[in-house]
């Protein structure tokens, strides 16, 4: 099993940053693959971010890619995967989960949090 927690979200005003970490215990973290998916009321969850468990692969989804203020990140010494947002927007608010995975960056993702609420006011 691997128990992740995350943490860093909040209400931020447009234009803003945040960064959210997402801290990793039980199962050794950097054979692990890692994502960060967000959730938005009345929408399907989507895909945002994932890392190799090296750190060497990242993939953005369609929703930020190209977005260059938006990147994930990992320290393996610290079991802790990160995603530094900056230039929110609005559209960006969500819950924000993170998720461990064995098998790619495509996932899937059999472990996940318990999601941290992000809100970007206009």
């Known amino acids: 099993q691997v128990q992740l927690a995350e943490s860093g979200g909040g209400l931020v005003q447009a234009g803003g940053s945040l960064r959210l970490s997402c801290a990793a215990s039980g199962r050794t973290f950097n054979n692990y693959n890692m994502g960060w998916f967000r959730q938005a009321p009345g929408k399907e969850r989507e895909r945002v971010a994932a890392?190799?468990?090296?750190?060497?692969?990242?993939?953005?989804g369609d929703s930020v890619k190209g977005r260059f203020t938006i990147s994930i990140s990992r320290d393996n010494a610290k079991n802790t995967v990160y995603l530094q947002m900056n230039s929110l927007k609005p559209e960006d608010t969500a819950v924000y989960y993170c998720a461990a995975g064995r098998y790619g960056l495509y996932g899937p993702f059999h472990y996940w949090g318990q999601g941290t609420q992000v809100t970007v006011s206009s």
């Open positions: 890392i190799s468990w090296s750190g060497g692969s990242t993939y953005y």
